[in-house]
């Protein structure tokens, strides 16, 4: 089992939609949990970071985390143009300094 | 500030050739971490530096990889005997104190290329 799953894609949304991306992690103790957006052929970017139960809200998105689920999900309200990327979810491991990453979730939203 | 900084950013080598991969971190950030990245798949972690020592060295694949840190600042990763399976985006990231509250920041990577 990897240490850090998510639903696979590519996924297409029309611009102004809802982009939901989904995660799964197998570190019951995983503490710190993080969203990156990744455009083709350049670095990842911090977008999102969580690490308490609930929603946290930045601008046009949300992530969610459910600890006893080991779930945690990313929400792209309004979707533009512009947010057509990889997503690669990330959790720290149990010694907290190691990012273990998702293989990533394209999505594309259409004009 | 100045962001993470590597170079080159695209390295073509021959299979069995040594290369090195350079890595100047954000000024003040005592964690350093080195990933993997192939194609369609997330970053893989291969070492992790805190300070000048290595904290941990658990993702290196074998030990024709190497990494150094020597003044705490500035890392290179050393692979010898390239090999084509080595191909891929190196990234180099660092934060602020390496535990779990403190983000990555990544560098725009070095593409390395087996041939």
């Known amino acids: 089992q990897k240490e850090v799953e998510q639903n696979s894609g590519p996924l297409s949304v029309p611009e102004g939609a809802i982009a939901s991306l989904n995660c799964t992690y197998s570190?019951?103790?995983?503490?710190?949990f993080f969203w990156y957006r990744q455009y083709s052929g350049k670095s990842p970017e911090l977008i999102m970071s969580?690490?308490?139960?609930g929603d946290k809200e930045d601008g046009r998105f949300t992530a969610q985390l459910n600890k006893a689920s080991q779930y945690v999900s990313l929400l792209i309200r309004d979707s533009q143009p512009s947010d057509s990327a990889t997503y690669l979810c990330a959790a720290t491991q149990r010694n907290d300094y190691k990012l273990s990453f998702g293989a990533g979730t394209t999505v594309t939203v259409r004009a | 500030g100045a962001g993470v900084s590597q170079t080159p950013s695209n390295k073509v080598t021959e299979k069995g050739k040594y290369v090195e991969l350079r890595c100047d971190p954000i000024?003040?950030?005592?964690?350093l971490y080195w990933y993997r990245q192939s194609l369609g798949q997330g970053p893989e972690f291969l070492i992790y530096f805190q300070g000048t020592g290595a904290a941990d060295d658990s993702g290196l694949p074998n030990d024709r990889f190497f990494a150094v840190r020597p003044e705490g600042s500035v890392s290179t990763l050393k692979i010898q005997r390239t090999e084509r399976g080595d191909s891929a985006v190196y990234l180099c990231?660092?934060?602020?104190?390496?535990?779990?509250?403190?983000?990555?920041?990544f560098g725009n990577g070095t593409r390395l290329t087996v041939t």
């Open positions: 000024s003040g950030h005592t964690a």
């Open positions: 990231a660092s934060s602020k104190g390496g535990q779990g509250g403190s983000p990555l920041h």
């Open positions: 969580i690490y308490s139960n």
């Open positions: 570190d019951r103790v995983s503490q710190s």
